[in-house]
Structures are given as C-alpha cells and as structure tokens.
C-alpha cells in the first residue's frame, strides 16, 4: 500500500512553460515533505522542501505548495527548461519515522523546446 | 561538497551468486539507507542503519542483509542473487536529529542478474 502516490507518470510541456507535478498522501502523520529530482544512471538530487507548517516554499523557478486538509503536495516549475527534463520524486517522513523517506513512484517530466 | 560513493556503476552477476554492494559517505553522517528503485514503483527502502553495528528492515528486506561495522561504510548484501533483484540500486545518507533533513544520494548501481 503506496503511502505517497504521484498518479502522472509522465508530463510533457514546452519549454518556457509551466510544469505542474502533483503528489498526494495517505499518512496524516506526514509533516515534512521533499522533491528530489533524477536524471538516468545519477541518484536523486535535493531540490526543494516544505514543512507541515507552511503551505509554500519558493526557490528560485520551484515552487512547493503543501494543502494538508487534502494531503496533497504540488511542485511547480516556471519557467521550464530543457534541463529539467527528469524524473521527478515526491517523498515524506514523520518524526517517528526518523529520517527514514517514503518516496512515491515518480513522475517523468520531458521538456520540448 | 557532500558524497556518497557507490562502488560500482553497473554490475552483472549469476543467479545464486553472493553480491556485495559497497557505500562510503563522507559527511560524518549517523544515518545511511538502501534503496532499490524500479520503474512506477519510485523508491523502495530495504535497510537503514542510524549507527556503527545497527540496522533495521525497511518495507522490502527479503532476500538481503547490510553490514555497519564503521560509520562511513554500509554495505548491501544479496546472499543468493536472484533475476527479480536486478534493479538501480540507491544508496543515502542523512544527518540524525531531526526529522525534517534532507538525505543525500549515491550515483547509483545498476545490478543485473542473469
């Protein structure tokens, strides 16, 4: 049983537009949530990550925006680049958990110029 | 910089075979963790060690075992290789303390078994 889920697993928008990649979770106990970006044969990389108690977090052309009454997460990303052509991970932990991450299964973004 | 070093990109092995799959951090990090990544299924926890001799099942620990015997090093063992276990497989390390820390990732190896 997926406790974080990403239902698109794939998304393909043009360059210079907005790619929205949607996460949801089933855990209430979930209060700190990331997404790792990943490119073929490289492991995830850090990009951007929200506490429960915010309901956004900007940096730079990623924003994240956490609604906890509908246990959903959304990571926007404007404009999009070519670059940004990846796999894209949602994960989520707890304070009982540790740091242990639950991932979700991914959505894979392709950026068309 | 922060790095987490797998020790290999790409392995192939047997059926039945013992691997070995080796990580080293350098961060002076508590934490270090297994994953296994597979198409649509994102990323699977297998092991995780939050210190020196200790370890703990993730959600899939069938068929493997981990070695902490230093803090820097965790290792990833297949006792008897098998072809479902071909998979990316993803080490990480994160700081202890609080729960809201990112973890840090390997380049990943990708094991196949035939």
């Known amino acids: 049983d997926q406790q974080v889920k990403q239902n698109s697993p794939s998304l393909s928008v043009q360059e210079g537009r907005i790619s929205i990649l949607n996460c949801d979770y089933t855990?209430?106990?979930?209060?700190?949530f990331l997404w790792y970006k990943k490119y073929p044969a490289e492991g995830p990389t850090f990009l951007i990550s929200i506490s429960s108690i915010k309901d956004k977090n900007e940096d730079g052309r990623f924003t994240v925006f956490l609604n906890k009454s509908a246990k959903h997460l959304s990571l926007h990303i404007v404009p999009s680049q070519p670059g940004d052509s990846a796999v894209y991970f949602c994960?989520?932990?707890?304070?009982?958990?540790?740091?242990?991450?639950?991932f979700g299964g991914g959505t894979r973004v392709l950026v068309k110029p | 910089d922060v790095k987490v070093t797998q020790s290999s990109r790409y392995l192939v092995k047997r059926t039945g075979e013992k691997v070995f799959l080796e990580c080293v951090q350098d961060m002076d990090h508590e934490n270090m963790f297994w994953y296994r990544q597979d198409p649509g299924l994102g990323l699977r926890l297998i092991y995780f060690?939050?210190?020196?001799?200790?370890?703990e099942k993730g959600d899939i620990p069938e068929g493997y075992s981990v070695s902490r015997e230093k803090k820097e090093r965790f290792s990833l063992i297949l006792e008897s290789a098998s072809t479902n276990q071909t998979s990316m497989y993803l080490c990480?390390?994160?700081?202890?303390?609080?729960?809201?820390?990112?973890?840090?990732f390997g380049q990943g190896t990708r094991l196949t078994v035939v």
């Open positions: 855990n209430s106990m979930f209060d700190y």
């Open positions: 060690s939050y210190d020196v001799k200790m370890k």
């Open positions: 994960a989520a932990s707890h304070p009982a958990a540790g740091n242990k991450l639950t």
């Open positions: 990480a390390s994160s700081l202890r303390g609080g729960w809201n820390t990112e973890a840090f």
